[in-house]
């Protein structure tokens, strides 16, 4: 069964969303391995990006 965030890009989907959509395709039968990675990646990824956004605003203000 197909769910609606599987079609949707990776960037509108929160982080709930994006592990829940990581175990149904480990559930299909995707490499678990794999998955856990993606997703680490990509929430760390994000959260690389708004810690360094936050820096360049207080740079920016001093």
Do not use: C, H, K, Y
């Amino acid at each position: 069964m197909r769910e609606p965030e599987d079609d949707m890009p990776a960037a509108e989907l929160d982080a709930r969303a994006r592990a829940d959509a990581a175990l149904r395709r480990i559930r299909d039968g995707a490499d678990p391995a794999q998955e856990a990675f993606t997703l680490a990646n990509t929430l760390n990824d994000e959260s690389v990006s708004r810690f360094v956004r936050r820096l360049r605003q207080a740079f920016r203000r001093s």
